[in-house]
């Protein structure tokens, strides 16, 4: 994948208002979780409107650090018996060990953090186990 080069502005429309920035220090902020502020991101923005686009890494990160920050916040709520094991999330889905992983640092699929393991909460498994029937394979 390529990053995209933009030069005027798709929001407001300003002609070769986009820049390069970086360095950026973002306040994140997750419905029902405290603020997370990450440092050191960069991506493209508007000198006229201040919209923009994430690089493609910052916006990995930003979904990695999400997804984090939700399992930490989760860990001190959620219970054992709502857990599933990765092993039990890959059969699932049917998906490799690897798979559940990625989709856990992606923030696609939620997890929290046990003894320093990452474990797949049960109820959004079954929720990604419905949505995977019916969407499209991207990700084969
Ligand atoms: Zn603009």
Redesign the pocket.
Known sequence: MREKKWKD?P??G?KD?MHYKSGITEQLKLAGYPPLEINDLDGQF?T??E?GFWSMNSEKQISHSLARHRAECDSKTVVAAELASVKEAAATLHLSAQGIHKMMDEGRLRYVLAGGLKLPIRKDLARQAQTRQRAVHRHA
């Open positions: 502005c929001a407001c300003a208002s508007c006229s409107c919209e």
